[in-house]
């Protein structure tokens, strides 16, 4: 799968490094492939596994910088966005998941400790914790 996105994500990197050249129509074909890309590219199934091991996030940011037609701009913006918003609702999900379950096992921890306070004749306590 991640090799297919790649693949994928390198056409359309191609397809607008083209359609940056000023000889390219606005409209040109090197355009239309690129937004076809890009609209492929938001249908794919990609998880935060995937943005973390391509770094596609990073990458899409010259394009919508610096790239001079508009609506690759503007798409690639809007794609990098959506998958940002993906990106964040995950990582909110494992921090969720991991810190209920950590929580459970402090909760279980404590349940097995027990302490014993003994007040020595000379006013001493000694406490014991089993």
């Known amino acids: ?22 000889k ?20 794919f199934p990609i998880n935060k596994h995937l943005l973390e091991s391509t770094k596609v996030g990073q990458r899409l940011l010259p394009l919508i910088k610096k790239h001079p037609n508009e609506k690759i701009r503007s798409m ?30 402090k909760c279980d921890q404590y349940k097995a400790i027990k302490v014993f306070k003994i007040r020595l004749p000379s006013g001493e306590v000694l406490v014991r914790v089993f």
Do not use: H
């Open 76 to 105: 690639a913006s809007k794609l990098r966005q959506k998958w940002k918003t993906l990106y964040i609702r995950e990582l909110t999900r494992e921090k969720k998941n991991s810190s209920s379950t950590d929580q459970k096992a």
């Open 24 to 43: 390219v129509s606005p409209n040109g074909a090197e355009v239309s492939r690129c937004v076809d890309a890009l609209k492929k590219l938001g249908s």
């Open 1 to 22: 799968m991640e090799k297919e996105f790649l693949k994928l994500f390198e056409s359309m990197k191609k397809a607008a490094d083209v359609a940056a050249c000023p």
